[in-house]
C-alpha cells in the first residue's frame, strides 16, 4: 500500500493486496517511534488497523506473503507519520464582491497541517460561477466572482486524509456573496441656453 501521513492517535487502516490462492500474508511491526505501543489489530488481514500511534515519527510495517507449500517470502514495507493534530482552521469573515471581482481570501496559517480552499466540497474547480486561482501558498487565494449568487466556501486544515470526522482535519465556512454588476444612467443628454 502506498505510505500514509496521520495525526497523533488517529487510527490507521491498511491496504495491501491480497495474498495469491495457496498463499498467506501477514502483518509486522518493522521498527519506528511507537514500537512499545503501537497494535496490528489482525495481522493476518490486509486491511487490518494499527493503533497506538501516539508518538510523533514515523513507523514502518512489512506486509509478508508466503506460500504454504514451502518457505518463500514476499514482502513490502509501507511508511506510517504521525504528526500534530491540525491547527484550528479560520476562513475569515465573510466577503460581498461584484460580478466581474477578484478577490483575495486569506485563511489562518497553520503551524501544523496542511490548508486548502473549496467549493461545494470540489477543491479548486473552475466553475462558472466562482473560480479559485491557486497560488503556491493555499492558505491565501483568489476567487473570480462569475455569477451573482451566494456560495459557502470551505477552509480545510488537515494531517493526512482530510475525512471531517477524524481528528486530523479542521474545517471553517465563509459566505460569499456576489452581486450582479451595477447599471449607471446619466439620463439624457441636455441642451441649454447661455445662462439658464
Request: proline share 6%; with cysteine; hydrophobic share 35%.
Amino acid at each position: 500500500g502506498t505510505n500514509k501521513t496521520i495525526c497523533l492517535g488517529d487510527p490507521v487502516t491498511l491496504g495491501a493486496t491480497a495474498a495469491p490462492e495457496g498463499c498467506e500474508g501477514f502483518w509486522s511491526y518493522l521498527y519506528g517511534t511507537n514500537s512499545s505501543i503501537a497494535v496490528i489489530t489482525d495481522p493476518t488481514d490486509r486491511q487490518s488497523t494499527v493503533t497506538g500511534l501516539d508518538d510523533a515519527g514515523t513507523d514502518e510495517l512489512t506486509w509478508s506473503v508466503s506460500h504454504t507449500a514451502c518457505a518463500v517470502y514476499f514482502t513490502d514495507t509501507i511508511v506510517i507519520t504521525s504528526g500534530n493534530p491540525p491547527s484550528p482552521a479560520s476562513a475569515g469573515d465573510d466577503l460581498v464582491g461584484c460580478v466581474g471581482d477578484t478577490l483575495t481570501i486569506y485563511g489562518s496559517i497553520p503551524t501544523s497541517g496542511s490548508p486548502v480552499w473549496s467549493r461545494a466540497g470540489v477543491t479548486f474547480l473552475n466553475t462558472n460561477n466562482v473560480r479559485f486561482v491557486p497560488n503556491a501558498n493555499n492558505d491565501t487565494v483568489k476567487v473570480a466572482l462569475n455569477t451573482a449568487g451566494t456560495y459557502t466556501l470551505y477552509y480545510t486544515v488537515s494531517v493526512g486524509a482530510t475525512n471531517l470526522n477524524s481528528p486530523c482535519t479542521t474545517q471553517d465556512t465563509l459566505i460569499l456573496t456576489v452581486n450582479p454588476p451595477l447599471t449607471v444612467n446619466a439620463g439624457a443628454d441636455q441642451i441649454s441656453c447661455d445662462g439658464s
